[in-house]
């Protein structure tokens, strides 16, 4: 059967016809079906600090890592520790008089603090001024606390902000003995609490402090240098640096966990439970 032309020209027209109509609804089904909250990617957050967008952009949890953060990152890879380094710190041992009964034998977070304080100061206390420095301080804690007891790092930065003013000091967790020379790189001076008998001192009257705090003032290669406070021989007193690491031992109770221990069994503790956390001072 022969179509004519005009049959021809219909069912053209009636293809585009649907073609358009197809084209349309799909549009149309597109823009309805689109949350109407949605907004087309923009770097107005990422223009406000300055920085580009780019496969390269880091992110935290919870976005952008700001330059702040960035910079701080830098600072922290790019940080080289010194060879070697000895602040200048007065010594004091915790008995100032050789008077070795139980209120001198536990002075050491003390002592330790009056060293800080005295670097901080440009002072050098002599004996009787550093004797009644030491009894004032336990004397504040028996008002305050009920008692002189084994300090954690947390009360001995307790100790240090509310009785001996000192403001710029803090503690934290380590995991190296790099941890502590980065510190001493700084400038900054490092308290640490130890397990004393794992520390080995030949000066200690045997068997050594069950716990114990002492001041890092310096490094080398092999060793770390110390202000001891538990031996008159104690000044620039040095640690090679893997035993020093091992004894570092935080006291594991807070003021109300205190148990009456002997002490054999305070030494036991402290390697068991204490962890590896140092104090640090800032002088400036």
Sequence with gaps: MKISNG??????????????????????????????????????????????????????????????ELSKEEEEINFALKPEVKIDVPFYVQSPFAKWD?????????????????????????????NQRILDSVAWQEENWNGHFDLNVQKVVELAN???????????????INDVKKELSKGNLVIVPAAGRLLGNPHYRSPGPAYHMLV???????????????????????????????????????????????KDEKAEEVKLQGKKMMIIVEKH
């Design 162 to 176: 509310q009785y001996f003013g000192i403001k710029r000091i803090y503690y934290t967790s380590l995991n190296s």
């Design 102 to 130: 139980d209120l001198h034998n536990e002075a050491c977070e003390e002592t330790s603090l009056i060293m800080a304080e005295s670097w901080i100061k440009d002072e050098i206390l002599n004996q009787e001024e550093l």
């Design 216 to 262: 890092v003032v310096g490094y080398n290669k092999k060793e770390i240098i110390t202000n001891d406070s538990g031996t008159r021989k104690g000044e620039s007193f040095s640690y090679p640096n893997d035993i020093f690491l091992n004894a570092i031992h935080d006291w594991p109770f807070s003021l109300k966990e205190f148990k009456y221990l002997s």
């Design 7 to 68: 049959v021809k020209k219909l069912f053209a027209i009636i293809g585009v016809v649907a073609l358009l109509g197809m084209t349309l609804f799909g549009t149309l089904n597109f823009l309805l079906s689109r949350p109407a909250n949605t907004e087309p990617f923009s770097n107005n957050d990422t223009e406000k600090y300055n920085l580009p967008l780019s496969e390269e952009t880091e992110y935290n949890d919870i976005g952008l890592i700001l330059p702040e």
